[in-house]
């Protein structure tokens, strides 16, 4: 449908939203506490006070857009709020404020309908809570699956994007949101209410309760709203809206139009993600070219990049480039990348200093020496820069060249694997000829971990060939595969700034 919102205005459709009925009931189970004005809360310190146990027209709002923009598990991943709010504005024709956006968000938070979890930079991710069938408290243990389903869900019409219909009163939105849940996607089924009865669910304890009405003709005035034809395109959104009195009980027959009925077909699309925005483009791209120069750019997902990219922002390419060779030594010795890249490299950067010497002894060559033994390598950089910090960096550059043939001809050696280490997939292992192959890798002394990539990638395409072409090939990918790697072997008291010192004070000297 086109509305008169930003969409709209561009061209562009606005899209039904699939609401989950289980947090629809939670959102109007916040009123079971209505009448307790001293439960409060504020979006800060010294605002103003809000009443924590009511529903607001900015709640149906911001609940709306919140399933309109999650992924199909309920999230949103790494978006600043703010962004939330501008898809918000940019679907509805008269959008809320932005402190009651914010405020709604807030309240959604503290009961427990939304979950946040903070990243750096105010970027932040959200769990819808009520999305999927084992977060509703009332279903049956044994109907609960292992793999959770979405819980049962109904389409909300872009009919409640419109001014006509956030210009109903809220009594008016509130009913129809619940209708809607109920009534499902069926085009002639009424659904029945009574104006008062005993539930534990607000919706089901009676317009009376759902509605804050005290008498039928208060109850009546919602409804002719509803049932008006006048409100959009000449189509009312109810087209039965009745009233009867039964054994001294009033009770509401109601039944949406069908014109704002929606039933879901195969393949069609409710869920528009918000993804995370990809920012500062210059150096999105400067650091994605040094990743994949150093290797490491198939290892850091989108979210990684985009925390790097608002990291480095600011701090110029020639701080970065050192910076990101950080990240190559910790996959050098680790074989992938740290958890949280950005919190290891916080605080494996320390200063300016740090990033200079840090910088020499990769372009020399030395930096395996500095921490070989130890796992502290937090406390040997300390050492190291208040050992060599007084000289000029020039002058431990030309050291550390100096230094670089001779470290290696003393303390580096070739890694020498057992035959032992060749035993790879078990499911290669009855393969005639696996032994041959195992034994060629061991002779070669290849790398073990490149060597069991080979096997599992082989086994992955088993079936394709025969067993002898198998080992055919694999005795020819063997002789591809990388040699032993070469590592640092120096006595147990050795530390590089005493080497330096030790053979190098000549250079070092003023």
């Not at 809220?170 to 129809?176: D, G, H, P, V």
């Not at 009424?190 to 509605?211: C, H, I, P, S, W």
């Not at 372009?363 to 040997?380: A, C, K, Q």
Request: net charge positive.
């Amino acid at each position: 449908m086109i509305l008169a919102n930003k969409r709209g205005i561009a061209g562009q459709k606005t899209l039904p939203v699939a609401m989950s009925a289980p947090f629809l009931r939670a959102l109007f189970n916040i009123e079971q506490e209505f009448d307790d004005k001293s439960m409060t809360y504020s979006i800060n310190d010294g605002g103003r006070k809000r009443h924590l146990n009511h529903v607001t027209e900015a709640d149906l709002y911001v609940a709306t857009v919140l399933f309109g923009l999650c992924n199909t598990n309920g999230h949103i991943n790494r978006v600043s709020r703010h962004a939330i709010y501008q898809r918000l504005e940019e679907l509805y024709e008269s959008p809320v404020s932005s402190p009651q956006f914010y405020e709604a968000m807030e309240k959604f938070k503290i009961h427990r309908l939304i979950t946040e979890e903070q990243h750096q930079y105010g970027v932040v991710s959200y769990k819808i809570n009520y999305f999927l069938q084992d977060e509703n408290d009332y279903e049956l243990p044994w109907l609960k699956t292992e793999r959770p389903k979405a819980a049962r869900y109904f389409l909300l019409h872009p009919v409640v994007f419109s001014a006509a219909f956030t210009s109903l009163s809220l009594a008016s939105k509130k009913l129809f949101y619940s209708i809607a849940a109920q009534q499902g996607n069926e085009n002639n089924k009424a659904v029945e209410r009574l104006f008062t009865n005993r539930n534990k669910d607000v919706q089901y304890m009676g317009l009376y309760k759902l509605l804050h009405k005290a008498h039928p003709y208060q109850v009546r005035k919602v409804l002719d709203e509803l049932s008006s034809p006048s409100l959009f395109t000449q189509t009312p959104l109810f087209a039965r809206a009745e009233i009867q009195k039964a054994s001294g009980q009033y009770k509401a027959f109601m039944m949406i139009h069908p014109s704002f009925v929606l039933s879901p077909q195969k393949g069609e699309e409710f869920r528009e993600a918000l993804l995370p925005k990809k920012v500062y483009k210059r150096t999105a791209s400067f650091i994605d070219r040094i990743l994949t120069a150093l290797s490491l750019r198939e290892y850091v997902t989108e979210i990684e990049l985009n925390d790097l990219v608002r990291y480095f922002k600011g701090k110029g390419y020639r701080i970065i480039r050192p910076a990101l060779e950080i990240l190559k030594q910790y996959h050098k010795k680790h074989q992938n990348l740290p958890h949280n890249l950005i919190g290891y490299l916080v605080k494996s950067i320390r200063s300016m200093t740090e990033f200079t010497f840090r910088g020499i002894l990769e372009r020399t060559h030395v930096i395996d020496y500095l921490s070989p033994v130890e796992n502290d390598t937090d406390s040997r950089w300390s050492h190291f820069l208040n050992a060599m910090s007084p000289y000029t960096p020039r002058k431990v550059e030309k050291a550390c060249a100096a230094a670089k043939p001779l470290l290696e001809k003393q303390y580096t050696r070739t890694v020498s694997y057992d035959y032992a280490e060749y035993q790879g997939s078990s499911e290669l292992q009855l393969i005639p000829g696996i032994d041959l192959v195992r034994r060629k890798a061991y002779s070669l002394q290849k790398r073990v971990d490149a060597y069991w990539k080979m096997e599992r990638t082989v086994h992955q395409h088993r079936g394709k060939l025969s067993d002898s072409q198998l080992i055919d090939q694999m005795l020819g990918e063997v002789e591809k595969l990388p040699g032993a790697d070469r590592v640092v072997i120096v006595p147990p008291a050795f530390t590089l700034e005493a080497y330096l010192h030790t053979h190098f004070a000549h250079i070092l000297a003023p």
